[in-house]
Nanobody, 122 residues
Framework: EVQLQASGGGLVQPGDSLRLSCAASRFTLEDYAITWFRRAPGKDRVGVSSVYKNWRTYYPDALKDRVAISRDKNTVHLTMINLKPEDTAIYYC??????????????????WGPGTLVTVSS
């Protein structure tokens, strides 16, 4: 079955940096738009970073100075710097067969991974 797997989460201290990875099985990620979402405790799922099939990248204003996304054939990376306690969340990667018209709309995405937990605490 087609599967996305996010990895790289863990317990980090405020100010640390972290790189998460999204890997695909049964398909090549280069054929899909890939977006990272996160869900913090008690909060809705929100977008973190995205890269489209045409390599265009998107970042929410609140995170644009602290996150970066990169991709190759089968792996997409999310790099976060200067982590804050409010970054604590489960991070998911999602894939869309077609470049989304609305990048942060969850319904645009066809495949989702189970997510990886990032905890930012001293």
């Amino acid at each position: 079955e087609v599967q996305l797997q996010a990895s790289g989460g863990g317990l980090v201290q405020p100010g640390d940096s972290l790189r998460l990875s999204c890997a695909a099985s049964r398909f090549t990620l280069e054929d899909y738009a890939i977006t990272w979402f996160r869900r913090a405790p008690g909060k809705d799922r929100v977008g973190v970073s995205s890269v489209y099939k045409n390599w265009r990248t998107y970042y929410p204003d609140a995170l644009k100075d602290r996150v970066a996304i990169s991709r190759d054939k089968n792996t997409v990376h999310l790099t976060m710097i200067n982590l804050k306690p409010e970054d604590t969340a489960i991070y998911y990667c999602a894939a869309a067969q077609r470049d989304p018209r609305l990048v942060w709309a969850t319904y645009e995405y066809d495949y989702w991974g189970p997510g990886t937990l990032v905890t930012v605490s001293s």
